[in-house]
């Protein structure tokens, strides 16, 4: 079964500066895909940024990108220029490419403190 | 486009009750996939339905079922409450059941008490 680990329960920047939430997985399949979804206080999931595992590059979502490092199964996620509206828990999913269907398997999350 | 609607946002509910919450998906998804959130256990998988059928269950009791309707709308049930089984209930529709770049949107959850 695959594992999603977030180790930063909690995290704070000061707007206008660079964070980085860290994300590692286990995994014994070589296919998945990855995302960062954000939860603000009004609970609705919303995804932040994805990455497909067989790609090398890692993506990028205007402010958002991702570290991807498939040997060392890493996966973090920087969020440029904080904005006070990126206040929210973060949550690491992991989505098996080989079995079917959108199950997600989710980290416990970090909340992300944005100070003004 | 109408997002992924849930019903209702809260609930309170007695133990040993039954509870049926209701989700309808984005207009064309046809994957609809439940979740529990809890402090204490974080977002589990619930299950997923596509076309009608439960394609994939997560290590829920057999007290949590669900079922999808020919209009994807999805219900899930929870027979026989515990006070464990107060969480945020959240549902998330894709498009298929399985392609690739399919992006689960979530709604807004429904929030079970149970006292």
């Given amino acids: 079964?695959?594992?999603?680990?977030?180790?930063?329960?909690?995290?704070?920047?000061?707007?206008?500066?660079?964070?980085?939430?860290?994300?590692?997985?286990?995994?014994?399949?070589?296919?998945?895909?990855?995302?960062?979804?954000?939860q603000p206080p009004s609970r609705q999931m919303i995804l932040v940024i994805r990455q497909e595992a067989y790609k090398q590059q890692n993506a990028t979502e205007n402010r958002f990108s991702v570290n991807f490092q498939k040997a060392a199964k890493s996966f973090s996620l920087k969020i440029s220029d904080s904005q006070l509206g990126d206040a929210a828990m973060y949550f690491c999913a992991y989505r098996s490419a080989e079995e079917y269907g959108n199950k997600l398997v989710f980290g416990a999350g970090t909340i992300l403190r944005v100070k003004s | 486009k109408a997002g992924v609607t849930q019903t209702p946002r809260y609930l309170i509910k007695t133990r040993g009750q039954q509870v049926t919450l209701s989700c309808s998906p984005i207009s064309g998804h046809r994957s609809v996939s439940w979740y529990q959130q809890t402090p204490g256990q974080g977002l589990q998988f619930l299950?997923?339905?596509?076309?009608?059928?439960?394609?994939?269950?997560?290590?829920?009791?057999?007290?949590?079922?669900?079922?999808?309707?020919?209009?994807?709308?999805?219900?899930?049930?929870?027979?026989?409450?515990?006070?464990?089984?107060?969480?945020?209930?959240?549902?998330?529709?894709?498009?298929?059941?399985?392609?690739?770049?399919?992006?689960?949107?979530?709604?807004?959850?429904?929030?079970?008490?149970?006292?």
């Fill in chain 1, 1 to 38: 079964a695959q594992t999603v680990t977030q180790s930063q329960p909690e995290m704070s920047v000061q707007e206008a500066e660079t964070v980085t939430l860290s994300c590692t997985y286990d995994t014994s399949e070589s296919d998945y895909y990855l995302f960062w979804y954000k």
């Fill in chain 2, 47 to 115: 299950f997923e339905y596509f076309s009608e059928t439960q394609r994939n269950k997560g290590n829920f009791p057999g007290r949590f079922s669900g079922r999808q309707f020919s209009n994807s709308r999805s219900e899930m049930n929870v027979s026989t409450l515990e006070l464990g089984d107060s969480a945020l209930y959240l549902c998330a529709s894709s498009l298929r059941g399985q392609i690739m770049n399919t992006e689960a949107f979530f709604g807004q959850g429904t929030r079970l008490t149970v006292v």
